[in-house]
């Protein structure tokens, strides 16, 4: 990056230009007497140190930093490189586990049973990690916070039962077989979820260069988990109490952790939790949280047992009713205990923010006892938000758009006439 400005008259002449390189260190360009002199800012006398310091953000943060990522990478990635090292240590317990459980160094195991059990887990891996792509892989966008915790305390489980699996001699191949389906959903939910982080970390369309670099930090954090694990096998071997004690420790490390990571981010987009707080708030005072409150009130831990769930993009078969003089681009209505919502071809964004706005307040209200039908609680939305939402959408500067399910079927009717 290039500056030119007014001369700035200096002791030793006058500043006509500064120029930095993305994070490397800025320079300035002094004229005195006829003559260009290229300066490093801040002097001659930089210690090694800052050399060293230099080197070390070019080669592990993004080119660019800190302009170039949002204002929570640094934050994030400290408490991500916390979870990934001692994910490693327990990474290496539960492995030598396994190894162990497999037969190694017993002689009276043969090769061919512990690469058939070998296979049963990769195997059983394989499948979970297609069926948990096909069943939950449009809710990793929008739900990503949720889920990248999700995964990290399935691979814990994964990990604990690896490590207790030698104990069942009986049961180890299907233990094993458990723990590699719950590691495969951990793949595809944890390189899902991060894939949605880099989109939110990047700020210049930089979106490898983040995932590159965060490879390098995973990388050299690896690295170090190597070099402890070096020091703890031997101590480990043949000592159940004190594995089971290290991989508690390093366990609760790695969720306090992960915790701290995920609430350190900030999303600035919607998706139903964070709508659902704002629309809440708004609806109580007028008010409308910012983008970092609203993240702050977000709950990161998945609710399974939500009483009146949504669905968004549903067929027009679920809301055939709805169509009676309904003149907006969707339909709401309430089938079979959840609300649905059918979008038409020309709702736009801000429709679909309505939309969604109706269908959470529609489900907070749907499971309360009142003697409200279906329908009327549909009209009293229409009303409600007829109302507010201009005000909602004109107060709210944290989001452009939605962020969730509304990639399902798209659906084109015709108004009667009268």
């Known amino acids: 990056m290039l500056g030119l ?93 396994s190894l162990k459980g497999v037969g190694v160094g017993n002689q009276e195991a043969t090769v061919a049973a512990a690469t058939v059990t070998w296979l049963l887990r990769d195997g059983t891996g394989m499948l979970g990690r297609i069926l948990f792509a096909w069943q939950k892989g449009s809710k990793l966008d929008s739900e990503a916070k949720k889920w990248r915790l999700f995964a990290d305390g399935l691979n814990d489980l994964a990990m604990f039962m690896e490590i207790l699996a030698p104990h069942f001699p009986a049961f180890f191949t299907l233990i094993l077989c458990t723990a590699g389906v719950f590691k495969s959903i951990v793949g595809v939910a944890g390189g899902a979820t991060r894939a949605a982080l880099t989109v939110h970390q990047a700020r210049r369309d930089n979106m490898a260069d983040i995932s590159a670099k965060d490879g390098s930090q995973e990388t050299l954090v690896n690295l170090a988990g190597l070099l402890v694990s070096l020091i703890l096998i031997p101590l480990v071997t043949d000592n159940p109490a004190l594995t089971v004690g290290l991989f508690f420790l390093f366990t609760i490390l790695h969720l306090f952790a992960n915790y701290k990571a995920v609430r350190s981010v900030v999303m600035e987009t919607f998706n139903e939790a964070r709508l659902s707080i704002v629309l809440q708030q708004h609806l109580r005072d007028g008010g409308v949280l910012s983008p970092a409150e609203a993240n702050r009130r977000e709950p990161v831990l998945l609710d399974f047992g939500k009483s009146v769930p949504i669905k968004l993009g549903v067929r027009l078969q679920e809301l055939s009713l709805a169509l009676k003089g309904n003149s907006r681009p969707f339909l709401l209505g309430i089938r079979n205990g959840c609300v649905c919502v059918c979008l038409g071809p020309e709702a736009s964004v801000r429709d679909e923010i309505r939309a969604a706005c109706q269908a959470l307040w529609l489900s907070s209200r749907a499971g309360r006892p009142e003697q409200q039908s279906h329908w009327e609680l549909v009209h009293e939305s229409h009303k409600l938000m007829d109302t507010t939402f201009s005000a909602f959408l004109k107060g709210d500067q944290s989001s452009c758009c939605f962020v969730s399910a509304f990639l399902g079927w798209r659906v084109e009717w015709k108004t009667k006439s009268s």
């Open 5 to 97: 400005g007014a001369d700035m008259e200096e002791p030793g002449g006058v500043v006509v230009a500064s120029e930095r390189y993305g994070s490397a260190e800025s320079w300035k360009y002094w004229a005195q007497d006829g003559a260009m002199e290229r300066r490093r800012e801040g002097g001659e006398g930089r210690s090694t140190g800052n050399s060293v310091v230099s080197v070390f953000k070019s080669v592990f943060l993004p080119q660019g930093y800190p302009e170039s990522v949002s204002d929570d990478y640094l934050q994030y990635q400290f408490w991500d490189t916390v979870q990934a090292f001692s994910s490693s240590l327990s990474g290496t317990l539960a492995t030598q586990a």
